[in-house]
């Protein structure tokens, strides 16, 4: 008898999320058990032999076995590159806001 491990694959776009529970044999993949997990047939776009997998928020290698309880993550390409936007935003003379601000003493 070979040992099962249970775990989920999550994905998620702005308009759907969807996270679907499995059992596979210990020792999978996670590109593996991304594939068996059939989550290609809710997200055609999906390249599930290039894109980025994470355990957690946690990026991992492909061919890493995740353990009982994990939930396997694919991540979706960025739209832009977050250091190139600082860059343009500090070349047109912006700020970025991040919280706090001024304090009123009032």
């Not at 980025?52 to 492909?62: R, T």
Request: overall charge negative.
């Amino acid at each position: 008898m070979t040992a099962k491990t249970s775990i989920e694959v999550a994905y998620a776009t702005p308009e759907k999320q969807v996270i679907l529970e499995l059992e596979i044999e210990a020792g999978t993949t996670v590109r593996a058990a991304v594939k068996q997990s059939g989550i290609d047939k809710h997200f055609l776009e999906i390249d599930l032999d290039n894109c980025e997998l994470g355990i957690f928020s946690k990026v991992v290698a492909p061919d890493y076995e995740p353990g009982d309880g994990d939930r396997i993550e694919i991540y979706r390409p960025l739209i832009a590159d977050p250091k190139e936007i600082r860059r343009q935003r500090a070349a047109m003379g912006l700020k970025t806001k991040k919280g706090g601000g001024a304090i009123n003493p009032d």
